[in-house]
């Protein structure tokens, strides 16, 4: 996420802070998709794995989003929030665009620029921690899957 993003964001988010008392609901519904929405899943396929530190500034203008559009305070807890409006938290818009990305690969619809990027395993093995070698493991946190081509 860089800086022209977080200001169109942030410019967003006080757009829907200055109308939400004048604006119906569902047109505030509408500039949340059209301000907010889009820029969230505008490469976020490539975002989407940052440190947290990073994602930070973009999950805070989307949790003071969500207060603005419910009228909560500033402090009140944003999980009940996302799913009664039913939005999608950054990490689950990020799943969700990479699983759309990896059913087009799948099925052969991406453009052909994209065939160089992805490779088709055969089998996929899935171990628990406790199975990997302690000597080849540096950072047994990281190690979650373990990829095996056949």
């Known amino acids: 996420m860089n800086a022209f993003e977080k200001t169109k964001l942030s410019f967003a988010s006080s757009m829907i802070y200055k109308i939400r008392n004048f604006a119906p609901t569902n047109a505030l519904r509408i500039i949340y998709d059209c301000f907010i929405c889009s820029h969230l899943h505008y490469c976020i396929v490539s975002y989407g794995t940052a440190y947290d530190s990073v994602l930070k500034p973009l999950n ?7 207060r603005a559009l419910t009228f909560r305070n500033f402090k009140c807890h944003i999980t009940s929030l996302y799913k009664q409006l039913g939005f ?20 052969n619809t991406l453009p052909q620029s994209y065939n160089s990027f992805f490779q088709k395993l055969q089998k996929l093995i899935v171990i628990s921690l406790d199975q990997l070698p302690t000597k080849i493991t540096l950072f047994p946190e990281f190690a979650l899957l373990w990829e095996k081509e056949i």
Request: proline share 0%; no cysteine.
């Open 60 to 66: 805070t203008i989307h949790k003071n989003v969500l």
């Open 88 to 107: 999608f938290k950054i990490k689950d818009i990020y799943q969700l665009e990479l699983s759309k990305l990896m059913y087009k690969f799948h099925n």
